[in-house]
C-alpha cells in the first residue's frame, strides 16, 4: 500500500486547510487510518484516526472541535478538514494506514504509532500568527 498525502501549505492562524491521503496498491480502505503529525523539535503524535466504514472517529484533545477526519472509500481516499488553525498546530502531518480487514476499534491502540503498517511521506502545514 501507497500513502500519499497532499494539501499541505502555509496559512494565517484562523484559517483552514483540508489535507487528503489517497491509497493505492492493495488498498486499506477495509481498516482504520490516521493522522499523525511532527512538529519541530517534538516527537512524532496522534491527530486523529477513523474506523474502516467511518463511522467511528477520534482525537487528541489538542485538535477536537476544530479538525475533523473522514474518509472516502469508494476513492481510498482519508480527509483531515482542519479549522481554526494555530501556530502550534504547525507540523508535519502524516497519514497512516492499519493493514487488515475490519479490525474492532479501540481507542487506547488507534493512537499508538505501532498499531499502523503503512505511512505516507507527510505534508507540511505552517500556521503563521
Known amino acids: 500500500v501507497q500513502l500519499q498525502a497532499s494539501g499541505g501549505g502555509l496559512v494565517q492562524a484562523g484559517g483552514s486547510l483540508r489535507l487528503s491521503c489517497a491509497a493505492s496498491g492493495r488498498t486499506s480502505s477495509s481498516n482504520t487510518m490516521g493522522w499523525f503529525r511532527r512538529a519541530p523539535g517534538k516527537e512524532r503524535e496522534f491527530v486523529a484516526a477513523v474506523s474502516w466504514s467511518g463511522s467511528r472517529v477520534y482525537y487528541a484533545d489538542s485538535v477536537k472541535g476544530r479538525f475533523t477526519i473522514s474518509r472516502d472509500n469508494a476513492k481510498n481516499t482519508v480527509y483531515l478538514q482542519m479549522n481554526s488553525l494555530k501556530p502550534e498546530d504547525t507540523a508535519v502531518y502524516y497519514c497512516?494506514?492499519?493493514?487488515?480487514?475490519?479490525?474492532?476499534?479501540?481507542?487506547?491502540?488507534?493512537?499508538?504509532?505501532?498499531?499502523?503498517?503503512?505511512w505516507g511521506q507527510g505534508t507540511q502545514v505552517t500556521v503563521s500568527s
Open positions: 497512516t494506514a492499519k493493514r487488515g480487514y475490519r479490525s474492532n476499534w479501540n481507542v487506547r491502540a488507534v493512537v499508538r504509532q505501532a498499531q499502523y503498517d503503512y
